[in-house]
């Protein structure tokens, strides 16, 4: 808009760096010493607070995860979780524990106010998780389940071709894969493993992945029926070690996964429409850190003869500053801050996402435990 | 071996050149304009006649290839598929027509002695084909269908890769997708959707490349169990235009397919092992046709944090000099000339890999057939 008048506007105040969220780690696995790395990445976050089962395990993950040494404060290290809930400086808590506990802690944490960042499997079913996500909504706390690959810009410009009709037309089949090859300690001793701990096993970890990349490709709308693969593996416990299912649509779209503790390194995730096909191999983690590849085909056909393809795929290789990870700790703490400081509410969006994810997860365990039968998914 | 004599040795005579197979073309199918090509670029093979349903059609397609061009004598123009059976300069004939007509047409190949290259599907069922290879056994002629991708290089070196139980370990998932988007006019007139013609549809034609991939994966090891997927989608005349299916091998290997007319051209192949993962996105025909690419990753671990992969996995990329079909065309004119001139028998083989490739798709018929029910396959 232009002015008339020739007096400068007012200088406006430079706009006020937001307060960093301070976070609160709530148990020391493995996989938090990936995400303290990230919040020590992530603009807008800091640790202030470490809790373990003992003082002395939680200042040994600060120790090793240089959490000691990051700038400004040292996070207060606390012997229990109970006493990293009880913090009154911790905005928002990362739960990484076994899945067993993520109802008893999780809800704990929303019910003194703490903002929580879930590790997946969120829960052991939806019944547990609409337990977490009641708590998390009657304190008014933002909810989200740590799955990292959403948060990559890889993912944002997918879903822009994906989503683009000219280019990717109907969605009409989702394949996904995600296999690691644990080795004998893993198959021993791994939470994972364990009925008591993380009863979903393959389905829980890897599976989960494979379900929400499925769900992503058809944005979030959810099947009709899912029908367990025959031939799961379990372990002596009964946990599954590797599983697989296949996902029908009322409108004819048709998905299929497979998860396996028991096979190499793969991470597939392919999606095929009526004018497009898109292909990732490293949707989970991508294979380097600072770029990530996929290819996307788009109105291919056949040279003259029928000799090679015409046009051939377009490979798109998409660049990133921060890790997935720290993306994802930067955009909850985005949230957390429209709440805590401009009186926002939550984000829906990322719950409702989990609990799809859950509710398919739940179709599918049932569909294995009632010999492969169809199982209707409700929402 | 070394020799006391002074004198030199005879000069041996140079190996004489076989003589080339001599291929009739029965039936002038969009198909065998590439069969033609793949002929004039064929070491050991010429096409000594082309048969159709008129003289004037044969003439048509022996222009239009650039056969009445090929070096030595034009091929002879035949009005009717029984005449080009009764050429007696026709070693070996290539046969294109809709399947319905396999059983007739190849029997009676084989009962003037011709070799036979067979389009696919071979057969609209096993017992169909069984009569088409008793006929191909009784004459001593040599059988083959003319899956393209079977004789590439690349699929040597897959192959090489995949045995290796260092590399790729035990193969325990397969996928394989192939699809085209077909075009309204394919939709309505294409033989392909036309029952009384190809009654298999989308299984019969790209289904077969994905069954076959699977049995290629596991060293052609019939599963136990096949289990279509629901929601195929078929024609108002009731032909498949999409589907898919799952396999089951007693020691739990699973396969998963995927083929359609309705999404975009896509041919994928994944083989997932315990110790590595294959795959190759254009494995019916490559992207080009001087080289084929895939991918190897073997052992992949992730790096430290989980922030990557370790090793990355390896991009291989296999060069040609001829296309795959005209390396086909070379492979069995090779048998026929052992056959012919060296008094050999025809290669079982491929008659064998044929016959499992089509008592899948018998399976997979069944279960369809029978709401998705399993299907044992038996041999």
Avoid at 41 to 53: C, D, E, I
Wanted: proline share 7%; charged share 20%.
């Amino acid at each position: 808009m232009s002015s008339s008048s020739s007096s400068p506007p007012a200088a406006a105040p430079p706009p006020e760096e937001p307060r960093p969220v301070r976070f609160g780690i709530l148990g020391c696995a493995s996989i938090a010493r990936k995400l303290a790395r990230a919040m020590l990445l992530a603009p807008g976050a800091v640790v202030a607070a470490v809790g373990s089962r003992s003082e002395g395990k939680a200042r040994g993950f600060a120790e090793e995860t240089g959490l000691l040494r990051q700038g400004g404060a040292a996070p207060r290290l606390h012997g229990s979780y109970e006493a990293l809930l009880d913090d009154p400086s911790v905005d928002a808590v990362y739960l990484p524990l076994p899945t067993s506990l993520h109802v008893r802690w999780a809800t704990a944490a929303a019910a003194r106010g703490k903002h929580v960042l879930l590790e997946k499997p969120a829960a052991l079913c939806a019944a547990d998780l609409d337990a977490i996500l009641a708590a998390c909504e009657a304190a008014g706390v933002q909810f989200m389940d740590a799955t990292m690959w959403m948060h990559h810009p890889r993912t944002a410009k997918m879903r822009e071709l994906v989503a683009d009709k000219a280019t990717t037309g109907d969605v009409r089949v989702i394949n996904s894969l995600f296999s690691f090859r644990a080795d004998e300690e893993f198959l021993h001793n791994d939470i994972r493993v364990k009925p008591d701990l993380d009863a979903l096993g393959a389905l829980g970890d890897v599976g989960w992945y494979c379900i929400r990349a499925i769900l992503w490709a058809v944005d979030y709308e959810l099947p009709k029926t899912v029908i367990a693969l025959r031939n799961p593996v379990r372990n002596q416990a009964g946990v599954l070690l590797a599983c697989g299912a296949t996902l029908y649509w009322a409108d004819g779209k048709i998905a299929i996964f497979n998860c396996s503790f028991l096979t190499n390194l793969t991470m597939d995730m392919t999606i095929v429409g009526t004018n497009g096909t898109l292909h990732v191999t490293d949707f989970v983690v991508p294979y380097e850190e600072k770029s990530a590849p996929f290819s996307m085909a788009s109105k291919s056909s056949f040279a003259e003869l029928h000799i090679g393809w015409d046009p051939l795929p377009s490979k798109h290789v998409v660049p990133t500053d921060l890790p997935q990870e720290a993306l994802m700790v930067q955009e909850f703490s985005r949230l957390v801050q429209n709440i805590r400081d401009a009186g926002g509410k939550p984000e829906g969006k990322w719950p409702a996402i989990t609990r799809k994810t859950q509710v398919v997860m739940d179709a599918m365990k049932t569909s294995i435990d009632n010999e492969f039968s169809p199982v209707d998914v409700s929402s």
